[in-house]
């Protein structure tokens, strides 16, 4: 992820259940395979709320992440190495198979393709 502004959403756990989580607007617009990182459906039914960074964090929920790599061209601001962002639903998650030839789309109006990804873990 770039730096810059971060806005609230709801990531969906792999259970069902829909906590809180930080993101930048452009991962709500990820596309992969046709399927939009959209924020989860539900009403937070979670106290801990999901991050993305699994650093020193020792008890709490560790969002599902994608890699994606730049196909063509890269957005101003970005190196050209591949980037990660929360999968904030198991849908898009399953969209971004990377051994799938249709795990590609756009993120940051640019063309990408899945080439990895992380579960999530809860603790």
Known sequence: MSAGE???SVYETNEGNFANIKVQPETLLATIDGVINVAGAG???QEAS???SKG?????INARTVT???V?????GYSGDPV???ALTPAFYNACNPNSSTATGTYL???VRAVGRSPETVK
């Open 68 to 70: 994606l790599e730049w």
């Open 56 to 60: 020193k964090r020792t008890i709490g």
């Open 6 to 8: 971060f806005t609230r």
């Open 72 to 76: 063509s061209g890269v957005p101003a």
């Open 109 to 111: 109006e640019e063309a």
């Open 43 to 45: 009403p937070t039914n």
């Open 50 to 52: 999901a991050q993305v």
């Open 84 to 86: 990660t962002i929360p």
